[in-house]
């Protein structure tokens, strides 16, 4: 619902879509043209050059895949090696130029290169075989190109085209590290640096179906060495605020959310007690509690954590000397932006219900009918909606269509106010009046969709999923509570409740029970992120279908009954 419209940062814009196949055309970024790779196959190593360069990656992403192609000058070797915090490349024969970006794509939240290694680091771990995948191709030029193809969703590893060593851990090399110490703007140590615009993802476990994870666990690879913990190193963003912990080698960590924050149990590090208050507006305070092991450091939160919402959490590689960083972000409005399985994308079915004929002569007779629901994507055309990390009338179409197939394929008859960029009236009265007017007798249910803005000046006190409800039916209120309740379950954004101060034009003149959902934010630096991820939007789409198919199972429609035709056949 566009209350103010705002325009944010939202990070680099990437041109062009790619195939996830090496042997296509790959457009890159602007000022990079397309190039063709019509083969796989490893063409007869040159020369080496003695002032040979590797790096100026090019990119292109589609959806959360991002491929990264760099060149590979005559003679170069390289090794490859998946991390709990990306790809490691290790390059030998050519100089690495050296270079640290923000973000290159979905996938790659970082690049850094130097000093004879570049680093892809990727918002997931990746494991030998899954989330990254590497081919070698031979251009028409006669030059050779490595591709890397990045995203939870990719799998393969190294092709049998990749000439390139892979590594189970990456080789040691002081020199190789000192790039991770390249100066980043802001109030963060080298390394650290957190930008408003690029939060680290939902927290993943080594595990093969982390779908419900109690805690975060890990270890840092390495030769034992017990070492103090030192106090935490702070980073403040708009909305959310970076722990660091500095860990030895052979320590291992266990991190548990709860509703005042988190508790991290760490061993193989010495801690002395202490503690800090009123340390952001994310963190309360935390605390070192020591224990004959270890030691336990409790973060107090500002808002709830879950298991995968409120934090976020990565082990980074040290950045100079062997210890590693383990860096969790807080913010109340990070929510779980982990990817559906297959089973997870579905809509239990609806039976089809008995619906009364409508004419006196037949007034006792009955059919049976699949239960009708309106969706409504709000905004369209001219009218954008709120804009700020993302456009209004674009997200609520991408939902609304996703809703439509998850209950079409559970026996829903679903009606769409619009199926394309479109207003429905050029004076936007007419096109509301327009919109619930679609709520005629047989439907159901009418539920509008819509996205949350703010001021600039308050941008960061907007975050979250709310449900508006107008009296406009005496069961439009029930609807919105199971609206509400589902959204805030399948995405674990922070719940700001039902709403039903104002009164909306598309909910009081729908004749139907009616509600407003708001999905989150476009003006909240680290909500906006969310509305710019596919896995939310699944997630916000799923959360809908399952409280609509609530309301029609429990009776919760405009005739009340909500009976099935196997609920009937039982009287």
């Not at 082990?315 to 932006?337: F, Q």
């Not at 982990?338 to 079915?349: D, K």
């Amino acid at each position: 619902m566009k209350r103010t419209a705002i325009l944010l940062s939202s990070g680099l814009l990437f041109l062009g879509a790619c195939s996830v196949h090496a042997q296509t055309t790959l457009p890159f970024t602007p000022g990079a043209p397309g190039v063709n790779l019509p083969s796989l196959a490893p063409a007869t190593p040159p020369i080496a050059s003695t002032d040979a360069t590797f790096g100026s990656p090019r990119v292109s992403s589609q959806g959360s895949v991002t491929r990264v192609v760099f060149d590979l000058p005559a003679g170069v070797t390289y090794s490859l090696t998946p991390t709990f915090a990306g790809l490691r490349l290790d390059i030998q024969g050519a100089r690495v130029q050296p270079a640290v970006t923000a973000k290159l794509g979905a996938s790659v939240s970082e690049y850094r290169a130097g000093a004879g290694q570049a680093t892809l680091i990727t918002p997931y771990p990746l494991a030998p075989s899954d989330g990254w995948r590497a081919s070698e191709a031979s251009l028409a030029t006669g030059k050779r190109v490595l591709i890397l193809e990045l995203g939870p969703g990719v799998s393969g590893g190294a092709g049998s085209s990749v000439r390139g060593q892979v590594l189970a851990t990456a080789p040691t090399s002081p020199a190789a590290q000192s790039v991770l110490n390249a100066p980043l703007p802001g109030n963060l140590p080298p390394g650290d640096q957190v930008s408003s615009s690029v939060p680290l993802p939902a927290p993943s476990l080594p595990d093969a179906n982390p779908a419900q994870p109690s805690a975060l666990q890990g270890s840092v690879p390495g030769p034992a060495r017990v070492a103090l913990l030192n106090e935490p190193r702070l980073g403040r963003s708009p909305g959310q605020t970076r722990v660091v912990l500095d860990l030895p080698p052979g320590s291992s960590y266990r991190i548990a959310p709860g509703a005042g924050g988190l508790s991290i149990t760490l061993t193989g590090v010495t801690m002395a007690a202490q503690q800090a208050s009123s340390v952001s507006p994310e963190l309360r305070g935390w605390t070192y509690a020591p224990s004959a092991a270890g030691g336990t450091v409790i973060l107090s939160t500002t808002g709830r954590t879950t298991a995968r919402s409120g934090w976020r959490a990565q082990l980074l590689p040290p950045a100079g000397g062997d210890l590693a960083r383990l860096a969790i972000d807080l913010s109340p409005a990070l929510a779980d932006r982990t990817p559906l399985s297959s089973t997870e994308r579905q809509v239990q079915a609806v039976a089809p219900q008995f619906a009364a004929r409508p004419t006196a002569l037949l007034a006792l007779s009955t059919s049976l009918v699949k239960p009708r629901v309106v969706l409504d994507p709000g905004h369209g055309g001219k009218d954008p909606g709120a804009v700020g990390a993302v456009v209004e009338k674009q997200v609520t179409l991408a939902v609304a269509l996703r809703v439509r197939d998850l209950l079409s394929a559970a026996g829903v008859d679903v009606v769409l106010t619009r199926d394309s960029d479109r207003e429905l009236h050029p004076v936007k009265n007419t096109d509301l009046q327009l919109r619930a007017a679609m709520g005629t007798p047989g439907t159901a249910l009418f539920v509008s969709i819509h996205v949350n803005a703010l001021d600039a000046s308050a941008a960061l006190r907007g975050y979250g999923i709310e449900t508006w409800w107008n009296p406009n039916h005496a069961r439009s209120s029930a609807l919105a509570a199971l609206l509400q309740n589902q959204m805030v379950q399948q995405t674990g954004a922070f719940d700001k409740g039902l709403k039903n101060t104002q009164s909306l034009s598309v909910l009081r003149n729908s004749r139907v029970p009616a509600a407003l959902v708001e999905i989150g934010f476009a003006s909240h630096p680290v909500d906006g992120q969310n509305l710019q991820d596919s896995n939310y939007l699944d997630r916000v789409a799923l959360g809908i279908a399952q409280g609509i198919r609530e309301a029609l199972v429990s009776g919760v429609t405009a005739d009340g009954t909500g009976e099935s035709a196997a609920t009937a056949a039982k009287r």
